[in-house]
């Protein structure tokens, strides 16, 4: 199923990937060329809580127009911070998480960022989705990020019954096999967005409809209510 929705999307670029080089090419071995990245990658995805991708577009570019490493950030004022991500919401706890991440970055990890998760959720603002995001796209390491896509459709289609995004996660890891983790938060946000969406999925161009948890429930349902319908004409 995974398989099939990854052809579904494949080349969809999402915010992360934006950043990167080659946009438009999706790789899972390309370490290499974006472990450069792996700072602005981390800065962008503490603004992208509760901000849309567009408006995280705007803001970290113009974000890295002045401040594009650990030591500038760390060192610029805190209100001209602000004022360069304001539209990203939240952006006085935003300003002050990333400014101090820069000074940790610099100080303690020479400008780099470490490619371990139990050191990148030390960092302010950083928590395992963040973690796991950076890990993927930046360190090609195997991590399952978790948002509110993955929690949503892996629930949706049956794949997993958990109630908060790390339950999700930990389910994930045990139901695919290591190789397949890093395919999975770029094939279900990008199948979230364009597919299986909140309301009104568009389940007709599904190519895993057939075996959605959801859609059997539903067709089960219709059934029963028929058969109920039936058994009291009788």
């Known amino acids: 199923m995974l398989h099939k929705m990854f052809d579904t999307i494949k080349g969809y670029s ?34 992208s809580v509760r901000s849309r991708d567009e408006t995280t577009i705007k803001v970290i570019e113009n974000l890295w127009q002045h401040y594009s490493t650990p030591k500038d950030l760390a060192e610029a004022p805190i209100e001209h911070i602000e004022e360069l991500i304001h539209s990203s919401g939240t952006y006085k706890q935003k ?22 998760l139990s050191l990148l959720v030390q960092l302010p603002g950083v928590g395992r989705k963040v973690a796991n995001c950076v890990l993927v796209v930046s360190f090609n390491k ?10 949503r459709i892996a629930n949706r289609i049956g794949w997993v019954e958990t109630k908060t995004p790390e339950k999700t996660e930990h389910a994930l890891e045990k139901l695919f096999p290591k ?6 938060n770029y094939t279900m946000v990008s199948f979230g967005k ?15 409809e057939k075996n959605c948890e959801k859609k059997i429930q539903k067709n089960d349902s219709r059934i029963s209510k ?9």
């Open 179 to 184: 190789e397949e983790w890093m395919r999975i």
């Open 14 to 47: 999402l915010l992360l990937e934006q950043l990167q080089p080659d946009p438009k090419n999706y790789q899972f071995n390309s370490s290499e060329i974006r472990k450069p990245y792996a700072f602005k990658t981390l800065v962008a995805t503490i603004l």
């Open 194 to 208: 364009n597919i299986c969406k909140p309301i009104n999925p568009l389940c007709d161009i599904c190519p895993i």
């Open 95 to 116: 300003a002050k998480r990333i400014k101090e991440t820069a000074r940790i970055i610099h100080e303690k990890y020479n400008d780099k960022v470490p490619d371990d």
């Open 226 to 234: 028929t058969k109920k319908r039936t058994k009291n004409k009788r």
């Open 142 to 151: 195997p991590a399952i990020p978790v948002d509110t896509h993955v929690h």
